[in-house]
């Protein structure tokens, strides 16, 4: 089993929507990190959390540490948001990150 | 600021060859990393360092070495290609482990 699964691994969504990406994890962590991957390629680091919630513009993140699992939401949904948004816990050796395998996003006009 | 610079961005080998992808960061960031990216995989880890002349295996570390003498520079070197190591390579910088990681545009890396 992997130790950090996301879901879903594919969707698609029209301009406007509300999208919700999940990830849980089955280690200890102390931090949990979403990042956003490009058509690209080029990856940047949207938020990191150990608790409650963070809000940047459109998205928003949450956290529930004792039910291991975290949300990224994204409102009003735009075109320019398609991208593969990654999960990731620091919860490897020495505390480096263990990365899902990303939820591809694909938002339509 | 440049933040973290890698090179090439394409490079094409052959089986046996050896070569140096580099890594720059102008951010003074102790923590450097290097992870390569695969279909349908999550991003995983080869080396790390912590600091100037202090490095460590990561994940997948079989093949390739690297070094840190300077804070700046985390050179990853293939030593022998091999297929298996077609992948986009990723360099990272942060001021540790599980803070933010500032990601260099990635090398795709082919080994026929």
């Known amino acids: 089993k992997n130790e950090v699964e996301q879901s879903p691994q594919n969707l698609t969504a029209q301009e406007g929507e509300f999208i919700t990406i999940n990830c849980s994890y089955s280690v200890g962590i102390s931090a949990l990190h979403w990042l956003q991957q490009h058509p690209g390629g080029g990856i940047v680091s949207l938020f990191m959390?150990?608790?409650g919630k963070k809000k940047h513009g459109r998205l928003i993140a949450t956290i529930n540490i004792q039910e291991k699992h975290s949300s990224l939401h994204i409102t009003a949904s735009h075109p320019r948001d398609s991208a593969v948004y990654i999960c990731?816990?620091?919860?490897?050796?020495?505390?480096?990150?263990?990365f899902g395998k990303g939820t591809k996003l694909s938002v339509k006009p | 600021n440049a933040g973290v610079t890698q090179t090439p961005k394409f490079q094409v080998l052959k089986t046996g060859q050896s070569m140096t992808l580099q890594c720059a960061q102008d951010m003074n960031h102790e923590y450097m990393s290097w992870y390569r990216q695969d279909p349908g995989m999550g991003l995983r880890l080869i080396h790390y360092?912590?600091?100037?002349?202090?490095?460590d295996q990561g994940e997948v570390p079989n093949g390739y070495n690297v070094s840190r003498s300077t804070t700046e520079d985390f050179p990853l070197r293939l030593l022998s290609a091999a297929p298996s190591q077609t992948s986009v390579y990723f360099c990272a910088s942060s001021w540790g482990p599980n803070q933010p990681q500032h990601f260099g545009d990635g090398t795709r890396l082919s080994i026929l």
């Open positions: 990731a816990v620091g919860g490897g050796s020495q505390g480096n990150l263990i």
């Open positions: 959390l150990s608790s």
């Open positions: 360092s912590v600091g100037a002349g202090i490095t």
